[in-house]
Each structure stands twice: as structure tokens, then as C-alpha cells.
């Protein structure tokens, strides 16, 4: 059983749901995505997403893109990321989970990829563009070694396929919310909660939900039908300006993330 495992049991016991940031590894630099993670886990986060900078990023919206471009602009190397993270390993106990293009995961090789960023102290990883159809090997080797793979439905998915990539998952699934990549939304789809519905019906997985989550009113909409959500580019918005000001990044994402978690608890009475 990974630290994702663990913490979804311990959620549903008490009637809580996750809330999981997504912050870019390497912008600026790995020692401020490393104090990022300390106060993510100070604030109450249960687990934090960290993306893996990449050239081509798969469905990435602007601001993750743009903040992809600054990390790699800064030479980041894959290992700079396994560094840091497991030089924190001892003093974090949320769990996080690696955001990952299967080109770099191809370089490395599948299980020695999965064993670095275990030993890194990642408890799994989602990969968005890997296809189910080919996913089995990847699959297998996540579960021999106690490792997430977190894989993603989305609003066109068709029904059976989504069904599929569920039994190929573990972890959680991870619903997206909208067509189209992502970034911050004035409004989410009026079928969103039926679509998660139906599929959690269907699955004995956790089901977290990403992209264009930004505001506590889609935090109190969602939260009901789901086990998680997850807030990418409202945060990596909030952070961009780190290279001027780390400070005053880290006050604006903590205040933007503390509405949001606010928003994420039960209702009382």
C-alpha cells in the first residue's frame, strides 16, 4: 500500500476530501519548489503534484507551459529533481505525485525511472500521454514495485475506454474537468458532476478532479461527488513572480490555497 493509498483511507474515515496542488519543479529553481512543499504541507495540503518541466508538455495551458520554459531556461536536470526532493524526504509527510511525459520516462527506462522516483520519495506518477493501449507494461511494473500510475479520463473519453483506464489505474483517477488543456476557468461544464458520477459508480478508485479549478465556488460544487481536486494554474500563477519575489509568491499562492481549502471543508451542523 503507497502514502496515496494510505491517505485516502484515512480521508474517507473522516469524511474529508484531498486537495493536491500542482506546483512546476525548478521554477526558479529546486530550493524554492523545496520551501513551495513545506508550506503546501503547513497549510493543510494532503498531497502536492510536482511537475517535471518538458519542452512538448502534452496538455499543459499556458501558465504551466510558460513556467516549463523558465524552469528549463535554468538548465534543470531530471536528476536536480530527484535530489531535492529526496534531500526533503524525512522532514515531509505528504505524499506527492510526479507529473510526467512519457519521453522522459522512456530515457530512463520504465522500472528505472519508477525506482528513482520512488527512492526519490514520490509515491507515484501520472503520465498524460501515455494511452492505455499501452500502458499494460508501465502498469505492472508500478504495481510490483508499490508505485502509483495515476492515469486520466476526460470529458470525451468514451465510457468503456474510461472503464478501462480505471483497471489500468491506481492511486486514483484523475477526471478532467474540461476539454482542452489546462488553465483557470470562469465556469466549469453543467454535466461535470454526472460525468464524475456515473464513473465512481463504476470504480473502486478514488476520484480526483483537475484543470480549471481555481475558485472556492467550483471547490463547494465539486467536492461533493468527488474524493479530490486538484489546482494547477491558478497556484503556478501565484508563484511566477518568485524570481522577483519569493515572499510575496508564496504569500499570494498561501492565500489564494487557504480560500480553497476553506471552501473543501464539510459543511457544519
Known amino acids: 500500500m503507497t502514502a496515496i493509498d494510505e491517505l485516502f483511507q484515512r480521508l474517507k474515515g473522516s469524511g474529508k476530501k484531498a486537495f493536491m496542488p500542482f506546483i512546476t519543479a525548478g521554477d526558479p529553481n529546486m530550493a524554492f519548489t523545496s520551501k513551495v512543499l513545506q508550506r503546501l ?67 530512463q527506462g520504465q522500472e528505472g525511472f519508477i525506482q528513482a522516483a520512488k527512492q526519490a520519495g514520490f509515491s507515484g506518477v501520472i503520465v498524460p500521454d501515455l494511452l492505455v493501449e499501452e500502458s499494460q507494461t508501465m ?33 486514483f483517477l484523475y477526471f478532467v474537468s474540461v476539454t482542452g488543456i489546462t488553465g483557470e476557468r470562469t465556469e466549469l461544464p453543467a454535466d ?34 468527488c474524493d479530490g481536486l486538484i489546482v494547477g494554474s491558478a497556484i503556478v500563477r501565484c508563484l511566477e513572480k518568485a524570481g522577483e519575489s519569493q515572499e510575496q509568491a508564496l504569500a499570494s499562492a498561501e492565500q489564494l490555497i487557504a480560500s480553497l481549502l476553506a471552501a473543501l ?3 457544519k451542523g
Open 192 to 225: 461535470l458532476v454526472d460525468r464524475v458520477g456515473w464513473i465512481k459508480e463504476r470504480t473502486n478508485l478514488p476520484i480526483c478532479i483537475g484543470f480549471g479549478i481555481s475558485k472556492p465556488e467550483h471547490v463547494k460544487l465539486l467536492a461533493p461527488v
Open 41 to 107: 504541507e503547513a497549510l493543510g495540503c494532503s498531497m502536492a503534484e510536482v511537475g517535471f518541466p518538458y519542452s512538448d508538455p502534452i496538455a499543459d495551458g499556458p501558465v504551466i507551459q510558460a513556467s516549463y520554459t523558465r524552469a528549463l531556461g535554468n538548465k534543470l536536470k531530471l536528476q536536480q529533481i530527484f535530489d531535492q526532493i529526496q534531500s526533503d524526504r524525512s522532514e515531509r509527510k505528504m505524499p506527492l505525485v510526479a507529473m510526467v511525459s512519457y519521453a522522459i520516462i522512456h530515457r
Open 265 to 267: 471543508e464539510p459543511a
Open 139 to 171: 502498469s505492472q511494473l508500478c504495481r510490483k514495485h508499490d508505485f502509483n500510475l495515476i492515469q486520466l479520463v476526460t470529458p470525451t473519453t468514451p465510457r468503456e475506454r474510461a472503464l478501462r483506464i480505471a483497471e489500468a489505474s491506481s492511486g
